[in-house]
């Protein structure tokens, strides 16, 4: 950022990042012994649509290569919009792998069609045994994971939330600044 957009307010959107979204793949063997979560066979990512023909052309070139992607890992996916105006490519495979490894595709295709920032998070979805879905969100924008436990009512298990990463730190990039644990109510995932 030059000292011209300093003076004038402007701000450059972190680039994303995506080199350590596959550590949840092999975190997912601690989610299962120590923690007893349960991969739900669901994850989503998220990016904040934008009202221009090129990006409207990268999100198809993305979504044609999705496409192809999930016909060969037999992975099924469709594309919904949330209450914020986010866009949602959900995606369902038994194989966990397979979810990571598309979520890292579609977030790399959007960064080299030049739409890295819009690039908000990626959201995988656990089962705690006999309790309620944990999810483990990935911030494009600091190359975080980090726990979000839901309750009712719009309340945080924190105190779970806490355990998750004091047993997870070792193996997941989290996220050490709590204030940016941000929550994820009613996400299509």
């Not at 669901?42 to 990268?58: D, E, L, R």
């Not at 099924?76 to 959900?90: F, H, P, S």
């Not at 705690?128 to 009512?153: D, L, M, Q, R, T």
């Amino acid at each position: 950022m030059g000292f011209l957009d300093a003076f004038l307010g402007k701000t450059k959107l972190p680039k994303s990042k995506t080199k350590d979204i596959f550590a949840i793949s092999t975190a997912n063997v601690t989610f299962e012994v120590n923690l007893n979560l349960r991969a739900l066979n669901k994850a989503g990512i998220c990016f904040k649509p934008q009202a221009s023909s090129h990006f409207t052309q990268a999100r198809a070139e993305v979504e044609e290569l999705l496409a192809y992607s999930c016909k060969d890992t037999n992975t099924g996916y469709q594309i919904t919009k949330d209450a914020y105006g986010y866009t949602w490519i959900v995606l369902e495979d038994p194989d966990f792998e397979d979810l990571v490894s598309n979520i890292y595709l579609v977030s790399e295709g959007l960064i080299e069609r030049d739409f890295g920032e819009q690039l908000l998070c990626a959201l995988f979805t656990f089962k705690e045994k006999g309790g309620a879905n944990v999810y483990w969100i990935y911030n494009f924008k600091h190359g975080n994971f980090y726990p979000f436990a839901p309750k009712a009512n719009k309340e945080r298990n924190s105190a779970f939330e806490f355990r998750l990463r004091s047993v997870m730190e070792k193996e997941l990039p989290i996220e050490k600044d709590v204030e940016r644990w941000y929550p994820l109510w009613d996400v299509p995932v």
